[in-house]
């Protein structure tokens, strides 16, 4: 199943003709094209409707030269058919989160095919659209700890304060809503490979709101559940966890080919501590991208000479943020493919 892209031998830390990248975010509204597609339609009838999605997906592909698309949908879709109802108004909102067992009994697993049929025709549709562009598709879902966060907090928290006490005051009823929450997560992802996806990417982006200790304890085993059961030959899985720096390592052992590193910590020792055996994906701040291209350039630089020379997907450390400059992009993608071959060419 080996293939010629440079992003799929980048993740299997094979040798590469430059360093591939591609950005968290990509498809959002940094892009005209995005917004305009974006103006018709409510952000969730767009994740519902597979041409749009296709649509978006292929921008960045299109108009910045990026070495792998990402589906375009949200972690959020799989709850709706869980059970629980929700909006984006414009971030997510859950009117009815989750107190009590019997709430979390109420929940459904979800069948893929039946219950997100919308996201496996997208990437049915990606598959053949990408043929000509020969660019690999990453598939993704939301980490069990994440999906869980916004099903207990409603939304978006600033300092996660129910789900902590469900987490530590009930802990019978946390671990029976990330078991089910894990099952679906693994059902959705093997569903995603089956229709089509190349690699996939694990987003938890909340994973590093706790400390070494309870993230061990309460994120780690569900978490390697979910990588150990949707692993597939030629299908690498990227980890991904935001505000990693604290617990590189338990990243690392909690699974993936590649591990998805944050910009708060120097990518040469993410390395040294996610061991041997893996790539690494990031580093770049989000908000770098706003500074002077010259400035972009050196931090682009600086970056790739410090992963190393193989086993690195160029990224930023978190998603893109909607006030970045196009003409940026363009140059952070030009200056990695630069810098990439000149950093191998000895
Ligand atoms: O990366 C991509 O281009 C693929 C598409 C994608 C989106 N969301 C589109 C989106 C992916 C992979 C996600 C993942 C996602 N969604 C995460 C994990 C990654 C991360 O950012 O940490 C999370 C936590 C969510 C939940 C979510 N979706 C929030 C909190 C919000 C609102 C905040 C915001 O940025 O507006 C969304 C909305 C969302 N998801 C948008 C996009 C393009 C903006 C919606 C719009 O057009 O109004």
Not at 203 to 225: E, H, K, Q
Not at 237 to 250: A, E, K, R, T
Request: net charge negative; proline share 7%.
């Amino acid at each position: 199943m080996t293939t010629d892209y440079r992003f799929l031998k980048a993740c299997n830390s094979e040798p590469v003709d430059t360093t591939p990248v591609w950005m968290m975010r990509q498809a959002g509204r940094f892009l005209p094209e995005y917004r305009a597609v974006r103006s018709k339609v409510s952000f969730l009838e767009m994740c519902h409707t597979p041409a749009l999605c296709t649509e978006v997906t292929l921008q960045p592909i299109d108009i910045l030269g990026v070495d792998a698309a990402i589906l375009f949908s949200d972690i959020l879709v799989i709850i709706e058919p869980m059970g629980m109802k929700l909006d984006f108004n414009p971030s997510p909102v859950f009117e009815d989160p989750i107190k009590t067992q019997a709430d979390a009994d109420a929940l459904r697993v979800i069948k893929p095919e039946e219950d997100v049929p919308y996201v496996m025709e997208t990437i049915k549709m990606l598959r053949r659209e990408l043929v000509s562009r020969n660019v690999p598709l990453i598939g993704f879902s939301g980490a069990p700890f994440t999906l869980v966060s916004y099903m207990v907090e409603g939304g978006t928290s600033k300092n996660f304060m129910k789900l902590k006490n469900m987490m530590w005051g009930a802990p019978q009823l946390y671990r029976s809503l990330m078991e089910k929450v894990t099952e679906c997560v693994i059902l959705y992802l093997k569903a995603q490979v089956e229709a089509g996806a190349q690699a996939l990417q694990i987003f938890d982006t909340w994973g590093g709101i706790l400390s070494p200790a309870d993230y061990l304890n309460y994120v780690l085993p569900y978490t390697m559940r979910v990588i150990k059961a949707v692993q597939t030959p030629g299908v690498p899985v990227i980890n991904f966890v935001g505000n990693s720096q604290g617990i590189m390592p338990l990243v690392a052992q909690a699974g993936g080919d590649v591990i998805g590193v944050d910009w708060r910590i120097d990518i040469a020792e993410a390395r040294r501590q996610v061991g041997k055996g893996k790539a690494v994906q990031g580093n770049l701040d989000p908000l770098a991208l706003l500074a002077p291209i010259p400035e972009i350039d050196k931090k682009v630089k600086e970056i790739i000479v410090a992963a190393g020379d193989t086993g690195h997907v160029f990224n930023l450390g978190h998603g893109i943020v909607p006030e970045t400059p196009v003409d940026h992009v363009k140059a952070l993608v030009e200056s990695v493919h630069r810098h990439g071959e000149s950093h191998r060419v000895k």
